[in-house]
């Protein structure tokens, strides 16, 4: 099991920056080499849990097109954390943001049915 825990949310302005970080722990024999999918998701009220961004254990890394640009997925190996740096927010992305975790990696990585274990979520608000 993983246990995955999100913190960094809060209220912005638009056009400010905010850090969500996402601690993972549990059965991991090593996050580096058995987690290979590491994705943030958001959710808006009343809308779909969508992708946001996805990293890979080597390091590749994927973005929906609306944060391409604006916001960074990072993975600290020796923290067993990733991180997800959003920057120029707008109030189009505000939400409840969701750190997602699989041991495999699969190509239809945008899809929440690809990821096994995921946080509680932690809300991020940007006002205009």
């Known amino acids: 099991q993983v246990q995955l825990v999100e913190s960094g949310g809060g209220l912005v302005q638009a056009g400010g920056s905010l850090r969500l970080s996402c601690a993972a722990s549990?059965?991991?024999?090593?996050?580096?080499?058995?987690?290979?999918?590491m994705a943030w998701f958001r959710q808006a009220p009343g809308k779909e849990r969508e992708f946001v961004a996805a990293i890979r254990s080597g390091g590749p890394t994927y973005y929906t097109d609306s944060v391409k640009g604006r916001f960074t997925i990072s993975r600290d190996n020796g923290k067993n954390t990733v991180y997800l740096q959003m920057n120029s927010l707008k109030p189009e992305d505000t939400a409840a943001y969701y750190c997602?975790?699989?041991?495999?990696?699969?190509?239809?990585?945008?899809?929440?049915?690809?990821?096994?274990?995921w946080g509680q979520g932690t809300q991020v608000t940007v006002s205009s």
């Open positions: 549990g059965s991991i024999f090593s996050f580096r080499f058995s987690i290979n999918a």
């Open positions: 997602a975790a699989s041991y495999a990696w699969y190509s239809s990585y945008q899809s929440r049915r690809s990821y096994n274990y």
